[in-house]
């Protein structure tokens, strides 16, 4: 990424969009909508001081929701180019509320209310579609319980959770116990705020909050006129006062009891080889679910995973040799078995159901954390980038291209390479973006050719 923002020959329109492509091979013009970022490309040195002023958090998706950012942002640290931008939906300023501390927090001066979305006219001979892929919904598959079961997450949110920038530092924490901490960390703010409000009440009364709701309940104190006035306002900040107290010793004993997951169950193939969605096998996650097992490992040494499908397929060089490592030293062992079905167990451990296909028994069995392996699916606004480039789709939603000419979409001078073609892993896709880039160059030599 760092050498494709340094290239002299390579002009980055990041935050656009293709609306219109007109013309033949060698000599399209492309349309494409800049959108407004509301901070000058030119001024954000991308230091980030708005970013952390803002008093404005948004759920963040690159953590894939596990985290929030701020109204302004970068959608990742090491994203290029660097430059901020401000999410209109979320902005106060921009949803015509006060605001404006990011304008004031930037030294470069960069932040502009006023920018407004561009359009640009792109004259150009070949078009490389890399547009990669989304991954499968597990919700498509109830008996997973995705959606209603914390500790059931994709490959892709795991990825986040082991990554150290990410929103666990690196720290497998279930999503179930750090929702936990979430509500123990309000309910101290509850706590504090209430605890305030009475020591109003027992600076003005000269009497400590306890004291007088037992004095209440015994009718021992006294209720003088200023006290018969504040007395039933008191007595139920001081009893709810008490329940939250209560609710953050609960919390407090229950995040005591918090540990990391030790425990792992990889699901393979949720979504691919299978008939009702994607009946091919995406290729890359067998690898990484191996990956992602053995990292928690280096991570935590206690760790043990349990990786299930109906075979693994570590197909390339060195990847059965990385297969067996993970076995051997990162306490790995692979389950040959299509898990039927997963339910909430104890302490929101999720229980798989499974046939074990050695004993041929159907074993019910708990994990800290289940990591769904999803399949590789075409991204969600295919169809409409298929339609503004005038190319057609295959059977699965994938851009068509003929075996013979992998790279060659239906339209001459467009070409197509990495996952939006089909799922590959980083060095197949890297390998197939050289290939489209060489052909697109063919294309505008053979054009620049014919018109000279
Ligand atoms: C959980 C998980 C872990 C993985 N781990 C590994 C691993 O360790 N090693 C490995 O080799 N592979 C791994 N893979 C596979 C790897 O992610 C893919 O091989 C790779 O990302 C494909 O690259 P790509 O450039 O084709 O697509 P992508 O990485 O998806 O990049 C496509 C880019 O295009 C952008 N885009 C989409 N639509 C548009 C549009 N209309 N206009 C402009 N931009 C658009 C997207 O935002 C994205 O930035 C993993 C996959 C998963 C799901
Ligand atoms: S103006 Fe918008 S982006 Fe800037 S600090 Fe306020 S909410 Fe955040
Ligand atoms: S790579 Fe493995 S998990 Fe992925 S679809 Fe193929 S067999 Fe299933």
Redesign the pocket.
């Known amino acids: 990424m760092l050498d494709v923002g340094r290239h002299p020959n390579i002009e980055l329109m990041a935050y656009?969009?293709?609306t219109e492509l007109s013309g033949e091979a060698g000599n399209f013009t492309a349309t494409v909508l800049k959108k407004a970022r509301y901070v000058d490309a030119d001024k954000c040195t991308g230091c980030g001081a708005c970013a952390e002023a803002c008093p404005t958090p948004v759920l963040d998706l690159y953590n894939e929701g596990h985290a929030f950012r701020k109204a302004v942002y970068s959608w990742f640290a090491q994203g290029i180019p660097s430059t901020h931008a401000i999410d209109a939906d979320h902005c106060r300023v921009l949803q015509g509320k006060k605001c404006g501390i990011c304008a004031k927090k930037c030294q470069a001066g960069a932040i502009d209310f006023e920018q407004k979305d561009e359009t640009v006219e792109l004259n150009i001979g070949a078009v490389v579609v890399?547009?990669?892929?989304d991954?499968f919904d597990p919700s498509k598959l109830p008996e997973y319980r995705y959606t209603d079961l914390d500790n059931v997450i994709?490959?892709?949110e795991?990825?986040r959770f082991l990554s150290a920038s990410g929103p666990t530092e690196g720290h497998v924490y279930r999503p179930s116990d750090r929702k936990i901490k979430a509500e123990k960390a309000e309910t101290e703010k509850k706590l504090a705020k209430s605890a305030k409000t009475l020591a109003r009440f027992e600076k003005k009364h000269g009497m400590a909050s306890d004291d007088f709701l037992q004095g209440l309940t015994t009718q021992s104190v006294e209720l003088t006129e200023g006290l018969a006035k504040d007395a039933e306002k008191w007595a139920a900040k001081a009893k709810e006062h008490q329940n939250i107290e209560n609710r953050f010793n609960e919390l407090d004993a229950q995040v005591g009891r918090i540990s990391t997951a030790k425990k792992l169950a990889f699901i393979q193939c949720v979504g691919s080889r299978d008939l009702r969605f994607y009946p091919f096998c995406s290729g890359?996650?067998c690898?990484?679910s191996i990956?992602?097992a053995i990292i928690a490992h280096e991570h935590d040494n206690d760790t043990q995973s349990v990786i299930f499908g109906m075979d693994i397929r570590a197909v390339g060089k060195g990847f059965e040799e990385y297969k067996i490592r993970g076995g051997n030293s990162s306490q790995i062992s692979y389950r040959r078995s299509r898990v039927a079905e997963i339910t909430r167990g104890e302490n929101e451990a999720p229980a798989l159901i499974y046939e074990d296909t050695a004993t041929q028994k159907v074993v019910k069995e708990e994990f800290d954390l289940v990591i769904l392996?999803?399949a590789?699916a075409p991204?969600k606004?295919t169809p409409q980038?298929a339609e503004v480039l005038g190319i057609e789709l295959d059977p699965y939603g994938f851009y068509k291209t003929e075996p013979a000419n992998p790279l060659d979409t239906t339209k001459e001078g467009i070409f197509v390479?990495?996952?939006?073609?089909s799922?590959?892993?980083?060095?197949?896709?890297v390998a197939?973006?050289s290939s489209a880039a060489a052909r697109a160059v063919q294309t505008v030599i053979k054009a620049k050719k014919k018109a000279s």
Do not use: R, W
Request: glycine letters at 6%.
């Open positions: 656009s969009e293709l890399a547009t990669g892929y991954i994709t490959a892709m795991f990825e890359y996650c690898m990484h990956k992602e392996a999803t590789c991204v606004n980038v390479c990495g996952c939006a073609h799922p590959m892993d980083i060095p197949e896709s197939q973006a």
